[in-house]
């Protein structure tokens, strides 16, 4: 009878360990149609294409994540999500199954969140901010891509909220000799936002670093693209079934020399503003404008565009884009976040338009989540 009473008490025990451990396979799946126009050709002029897209309203990914009670309010969690090609299958980054997130650390309620690994860098906390969600056509496009960094071999610490507050914090180390810089690997990297969050609207302030990994400077061969200060200032208003958002960057570069990276602009200045409506439960119509302004002759370049989404479950959903975006006669900016190119080069493969012309394109697509 005891050892009966005690076999089932260590099952008993199993069972309850078992309750307090919890892991979740999570996922995305983004594919559609695109048409764009104002392509180069190649020879000087402009061309356009239709092709299969994966990731236009947003990233095809797969993850997992977990959390361990360990008592006291504290736990230990886990995330691994990865990037990939809803088209064809292929990983986000080559080589990389988990290229978005690998972390492990602590969670407590009353004292927060401590994680180490690789994550999603600080910029992309403008997500919360734009219109359209910081999709392939949206406050990236015309910082080429600045906002979509990720961030190996680093801490981070994300508070709980007091009053409205809540701050977030990371440090990206270089892992070399050199503090600042790694030619194999990353350049040191860095950043804090602090948040207020209402019923009526929340602001965001960022500040973050992103250092060159060959020279440790915060400037490199595109000037402010890649390595740059960049300083981030924005703002929800939610009013019933209308959301507006709006926010104002600053990309600047410290020790910038155009005679040995070749002229690119060395500073940013980078806004929008849009406004969402929520029609119906199931139906939601966007509108949005980007700005930027590049020094160093390189103009300044504006997306106008509108589309919307329509929930055909709480899982599934249509969505639909649509814009254009106008150079002035020095810039070449385009709809997606291609890496930088002289205005008047011809680069074979890069989607840059002719300096000083247009870009216009539309994209319909579906996306599930589990």
Known sequence: MKKALLAAALMSAGVIAHAQSSVTLYGRLDAGIEYMS??????????????????????????????????????????????????????????????????????????GTFLMGRELFIANGVWDFDPFGQSAWSSASLVRGRNWGKVSNVFSYQSPKFAGFDVYGQYGLSNSTSFNSNPNGQGRMDGLQLTYTNPLFQVRGIYDEIRNNNTGVLSGADGAFSFSRE??????????????????QALRTSGYTAASTGLAPSSVDHE??????????AAALIAAVYHANYNNGFGNSTIYTIGGTY?????????IQIATVRNSKTANLGLEANSFTEPNSIVSGSDNPVAGH?????????????
């Open 38 to 111: 104002g392509l180069p050709n190649g020879s000087g002029g402009s061309t356009s294409r239709w092709r299969a897209e994966s990731g236009d309203w947003g990233t095809s990914l797969w993850g997992l994540k977990g959390a361990e009670d360990l008592g006291g309010g504290t736990k230990a969690v886990f995330q691994l999500e990865g990037a990939f090609n809803t088209m064809t299958g292929g990983l986000g980054t080559t080589g990389s199954i988990w290229d978005r997130w690998a972390t492990v650390g602590l969670s407590n309620n009353n004292f």
């Open 231 to 248: 300083y981030t200032a924005a703002v929800n208003v939610f009013l019933g079934p209308f959301k507006i958002q709006g926010a104002y």
């Open 272 to 281: 929008w503003g849009g406004v969402t409506w929520q029609a119906t439960p």
């Open 311 to 319: 929930n055909l479950s709480k899982r599934t959903l249509l969505d």
């Open 358 to 370: 247009s870009q216009s394109g539309a994209y319909v697509g579906i996306q599930h989540v589990f």
